[in-house]
Structures are given as C-alpha cells and as structure tokens.
C-alpha cells in the first residue's frame, strides 16, 4: 500500500520486497525514480525500466548502461523530460 501512494518507499524496503518484481512495477509507475532503488537486475529490465521512464524521463539515469543506450527507451524517456538525454548512453 505504502507503494501505490509512495514509489520512493522502495527506498526503506528490504532486499526482500526490492526482488520483487511486482512490488518494484507498482512502486516505478508511481515515481519513476523508484528505479534508483531496485536491484540491479530489475534496472536491466527493459520493461520495468520502461514503466520508469513513461512515469518520469529522468529515471533514464538510473537504468543499466546497455538500457541508456537503447535508442527507443532513450526516446520515450526524453518525450517525457527532455533533459532525460543527458543520462543517456553514447
């Protein structure tokens, strides 16, 4: 519930709940930057990363390198914040 009104509550969630890929969905399409928070292997996911990015163009900072430099992710990050293409990946 904390999620749903928070996204940042992943922040003070354990490493339990922050392997959850439910958990981390809800909490990255409330606020994007929740991505920042999400173990490593939920930051090279291209969907979840996605979510992040449609909720919040900056969140592109803080997926996988490899996600940064994929053109289309980078494109629906800055159609959401145009300064979002500073986090991308040469």
């Given at each position: 519930e904390?999620v ?7 922040e ?7 392997q959850?890929r ?5 909490a990255?399409?409330c ?10 292997e ?6 979840l990363?996605?979510e992040a990015?449609?909720?919040n163009g ?10 940064r ?22």
């Amino acid at each position: 519930e904390a999620v749903r009104n928070n996204g940042m509550a992943l922040e003070c969630a354990s490493e339990d709940v922050r392997q959850d890929r439910d958990f981390v969905q809800e909490a990255v399409r409330c606020n994007g930057h929740a991505l920042e928070y999400a173990s490593e292997e939920f930051r090279r996911d291209r969907d979840l990363v996605l979510e992040a990015v449609r909720n919040n163009g900056a969140a592109l900072a803080h997926a996988s390198e490899e996600l940064r430099q994929d053109r289309d992710l980078v494109l629906e990050a800055v159609r959401n914040n145009g300064a979002a293409l500073a986090h991308a990946s040469e």
